[in-house]
């Protein structure tokens, strides 16, 4: 299968960012994705002894359609968010206390109905991440999947509402959800080992360029296909780089298994 895109979605339920290349490192996560998360209200979340969350403690897409309508990016150099809204941006240098009050402002303004408590940004700390799923380390979806998900619904269904990290392509539609428990190569030598189907909730229902909820994606794929499902989770079993435009490769079963995988 041929790479057609990558992203990284920096801070939980907020926008895209497209990447050429990324380097993805041996049993961890996507670089630079679900860095951050900003917890509606208090979450319980503890950094110092991080315990998966139920998504719905944080602002999210499939509760607050409304994330859609900003433009966020990460800068890794200054750890600065950028938020984008109404042809203006906020910079906010989310590392300094600052920082909290002038985000917990601006989403106090944006989203005022929508807030369960004050909205604060938590960061990861190492080892881990703000995933839907405790092991959603690296996702992939399956371009032609969405495509003829698109032609029996007869309208258009945008690849970003699965907010997968690697957009595939050159791969017959719904194959990909028959690889788990395979392997796949890059050339650099990442080893990707697919390790489940990502089921689908109502997030995929909001337009990612509008935010207006105008399909029934879940619904969609139970009735078209008799499950919820679009794309794969992967471990990282040997780092490297992946970039645009190249190939990932089905390992043969005749190959030996990386080191240290069962």
């Known amino acids: 299968m041929r790479v057609a895109s ?59 359609e409304s994330l859609a309508r900003l433009h966020t990016r990460y800068d890794d150099g200054s750890g600065d968010l950028v938020i ?23 989403f106090k303004a944006f989203m005022p109905d929508e807030l369960r408590g004050e909205p ?60 788990v428990g395979r392997e796949l190569t890059a050339p650099s030598g990442l080893r990707l080992s697919v390790i489940k189907r990502i089921e689908r909730c109502a997030a995929t229902n909001v337009d990612p360029a509008t935010g207006i909820r105008d399909l029934q994606i879940p619904k969609a794929l139970m009735k078209g296909y008799g499950h919820v499902d679009c794309g794969i989770y992967c471990r990282i079993i040997a780092g490297g780089a992946l970039a645009e435009g190249e190939r990932l490769t089905l ?3 005749s190959e030996p298994a990386a080191l240290g995988v069962a």
């Open 120 to 179: 604060r940004l938590l960061a990861a700390p190492e080892g881990y991440r703000f995933t839907d799923s405790r092991s959603g380390f690296v996702s992939i979806i399956n371009l032609a999947s969405v495509a003829d998900l698109e032609t029996r619904l007869g309208l258009p269904v945008d690849p970003l509402r699965f907010r997968g990290n690697i957009m595939v392509e050159d791969l017959p539609a719904w194959a990909e959800l028959d690889l």
């Open 6 to 64: 990558l992203y990284r979605y920096p801070v939980k339920g907020l926008s895209p960012e497209r990447l050429s290349l990324a380097e993805l490192p041996t049993d961890g996560y996507f670089p630079g994705d679900r860095l951050f998360a900003i917890e509606n209200g208090p979450s319980g979340f503890d950094p110092a002894e991080p315990v998966h969350q139920p998504k719905i403690k944080y602002l999210m897409l499939m509760r607050n």
């Open 251 to 253: 390992v043969e079963a």
């Open 84 to 106: 984008g809204h109404d042809g203006a941006e906020t910079r906010i240098a989310i590392g300094a206390a600052t920082g909290q009050e002038k985000l917990g402002a601006f």
